[in-house]
């Protein structure tokens, strides 16, 4: 049971969500909680399908009101008449359900203040799910229908209604429609979110040590100086905004920016003082207030911490487009970058982040061309004029990179790429034999046929990488602690190791085994049993995390990261001890054999029945319950019935799944209960005379 899928998981996902608002229901009625199935199922939905971490046990109050306000208006049609479901209730009951079942991510904030954020929006639900602006395109016609008396469960009904629509026959609200188009058009609506790449932990030193680094920071300490030297008082401008030549002279010299001064007679031909002076301005640690330029009195408490200022300054970094690449004068043209500055900028450090290797420059290059591919319409011109274009905006890019050295963002050097960064090259073009280059080259921009054109840059990058030394580019811990800031503030997954030192047991196990890698979460294990101090009582807390877990196929995965993560064997003689435990017996057997570490010879008659059993319930489970598990279980055939018998004569201590389990067979094989009954009773007789198995 992850909590957590990959945007193509939908059959993964779907199993996952059906089994878990299976759960839900069953445990809402158990506490007299209130809860619509189909209202929980949205839910998740929208954190499986319209955020861009997809963490289904994280609700921050963003994301309640995101559901409340734009997902459920959205998607949901509640038809004229009918009852409509109980969003706010369920809501409530699901976030109460995530914490009581341990499934809530540690990460994420406490019961109750996700709960008030449910009460804060809840007056503007009703009005949110009436305001047609807000419907999708689908809900919005299949409403407008309904409302005409549509029958839109007819589908030759619902089929005739939009013939008479485009025929222009139908009384619709076009401003609405409009509204509706536009938010479609431009990316606004939630159903156009694409799912972010997920991003490994990374490890950061203390926030202290990371201020000590941002002080020694030319550009930090040059930024400090321009708002020193400003003032309050500030000092005068010309009518363009600029600096008065004489203050201009005396700048360069007070900040050491190295701009030749002799000679020039416009501030605007000092490139380097010139740049400083729109940063410290995007920064807003200076402004211009009639006509002078003056600090700004709020940013006094940044400018006293250096790691706040190098953050504030690399948070600029993102408006400095036009003082970094923008057309000097009218002789000039901006390369593709210019247009694609902000976008290419963030993608190329979303890129080094988390990144175990050094990212090489020519890999670098060719990933930032394929989005220019796929931005601009590059079919005009000759191939001298596309490699001109591209060689501009590699220039523009490099002096992008050269000024987040300066800052300290990235770091640079050269060396051997890294093997990893060629294992997804194309091979060398293979055309089938006597089929024209043309027609190759059409099947496969259609995906049809191997595109010649990009196994040939393919080809060119893999020599360029072997052929020797290339110029590696790295992020600084300053440039990841900026970069993670950047992805947390838009909803995506950042794990920090350290972040879990005090999160639950359960939930650190469970976090564990959805996004860290094994090095990762071997350092966050050993963090967090450090920060407890008595190793024997922490690891007694964790084999309890699992013991509790309710969900079968997720403490499998959590047992796993105790065998996995705990160092020197520890993980492995943990388990091997806890194999007649009668609770988590069945889990550890199946751990141990996963892993090669209990061979079927190993094992007694009566583990062997627990692995069964053990085995049918997590199948069970990752089929979703109910009718995916039916089939499942239809599809293993007649086989399927004796081994459901042994299980059920096993000494599995999950008693209420094994009953599950038996009436799902009964009905996937048509066969009474009472006959797997015999089957069971047959098998306990036949098991008396057989022959023992010792360890």
């Not at 000590?212 to 905004?241: C, F, K, N, P, Y």
């Not at 420059?361 to 001109?388: E, K, T």
């Amino acid at each position: 049971m992850r909590m957590r899928f990959e945007a193509g998981a939908e059959k993964e996902f779907e199993a996952a969500c059906g089994l878990l608002v299976d759960r839900l229901v069953r445990w809402a009625g158990e506490q007299g909680l209130s809860v619509d199935g189909f209202m929980a199922e949205a839910a998740l939905d929208y954190r499986h399908r319209a955020t861009a971490d997809g963490r289904l046990g994280l609700w921050e109050p963003r994301h309640v009101e995101e559901l409340l306000l734009c997902w459920l208006p959205e998607t949901i049609i509640e038809l004229p008449g009918e009852e409509r479901g109980d969003a706010l209730g369920t809501l409530r009951t699901l976030l109460r359900y995530l914490h009581a079942a341990r499934l809530a991510d540690p990460r994420g904030p406490a019961l109750e203040d996700s709960l008030a954020a449910v009460d804060a929006v809840a007056e503007l639900y009703p009005g949110a799910m009436a305001d047609r602006t807000r419907w999708g395109l689908a809900k919005f016609w299949a409403m407008t229908a309904a409302e005409q008396g549509v029958d839109v469960l007819d589908g030759a009904a619902l089929q005739r209604f939009a013939e008479r629509a485009q025929r222009g026959e139908v009384a619709y609200d076009q401003q609405a429609l409009d509204m509706v188009m536009e938010r479609r058009v431009t990316g606004r609506a939630l159903s156009s979110v694409a799912r972010a790449e997920p991003q490994l932990p990374v490890a950061l030193p203390t926030d202290d040590e990371l201020r000590r680094r941002a002080a020694a920071s030319t550009i930090v300490g040059q930024l400090r100086g321009l708002a020193e030297w400003a003032g309050r008082d500030g000092r005068a401008v010309t009518a363009a905004g600029r600096l008065r030549m004489a203050d201009a002279r005396e700048l360069v010299d007070v900040l050491g920016t190295g701009d030749k001064a002799e000679g020039v007679r416009s501030s605007a031909d000092l490139p380097r003082l010139g740049l400083l002076v729109e940063w410290a301005k995007r920064a807003r640690l200076v402004r211009v207030v009639k006509g002078r330029l003056c600090a700004v009195a709020r940013a006094r408490p940044v400018l006293a911490d250096p790691l706040q200022l190098w953050l504030r300054a690399f948070e600029a970094c993102f408006e400095l487009r036009q003082a970094l690449i923008g057309a000097r004068s009218g002789w000039h043209m901006e390369s593709m970058l210019f247009d694609a500055y902000e976008d290419v900028l963030e993608d190329v450090l979303n890129t080094l982040y988390s990144l175990p290797y050094p990212m090489p420059w020519p890999r670098l290059r060719d990933s930032v061309h394929l989005a220019y591919r796929a931005r601009f319409q590059l079919d005009g011109g000759s191939d001298i004029q596309h490699r001109m274009w591209f060689e501009n905006a590699d220039q523009d890019l490099r002096m992008v990179l050269d000024t987040l050295v300066d800052l300290g963002a990235i770091e640079r050097e050269r060396g051997m790429a890294d093997p990893v960064f060629e294992v997804d090259l194309s091979a060398e073009p293979a055309l089938p034999e006597g089929m024209p280059p043309e027609l190759a080259e059409l099947l496969g921009a259609a995906g049809v046929a191997p595109d010649p054109a990009a196994q040939e840059r393919d080809r060119r990058l893999r020599e360029e990488l072997s052929a020797g030394p290339v110029e590696l580019i790295r992020l600084t811990e300053l440039g990841t602690r900026a970069v993670r800031q950047r992805l947390l503030a838009v909803g995506r997954d950042a794990p920090l190791v350290g972040e879990l030192a005090h999160a639950p047991a359960t939930g650190l196990l469970g976090v564990l085994a959805d996004d860290y890698d094994p090095d990762a979460a071997r350092v966050e294990l050993a963090g967090w049993i450090a920060a407890r101090g008595e190793r024997d009582a922490a690891l007694r807390q964790l084999v309890e995390a699992v013991r509790s877990m309710p969900f079968r196929v997720r403490a499998q995965a959590m047992l796993a990261v105790l065998l996995t993560a705990l160092p020197d064997g520890e993980g492995e003689r943990l388990l091997r001890g806890l194999r007649g435990d009668a609770a988590l017996a069945p889990l550890v057997l199946t751990a141990l054999a996963h892993h090669e570490l209990l061979s079927p010879e190993d094992m007694t008659d009566a583990e062997h029945l627990l692995l069964l059993a053990e085995n049918l319930l997590q199948l069970v489970e990752l089929a979703g319950g109910g009718d995916g598990a039916e089939e499942v279980l239809r599809a293993q055939g007649s086989e399927v019935r004796d081994a459901v018998a042994a299980a059920l004569d096993s000494a599995h201590p999950d008693r209420a799944g094994l009953e599950e389990l038996e009436q799902l067979a009964a009905r996937a094989l048509r066969t009474p209960a009472a006959r797997l009954g015999r089957a069971r009773k047959r098998r306990r007789t036949a098991g008396k005379s057989g022959r023992k198995r010792h360890r």
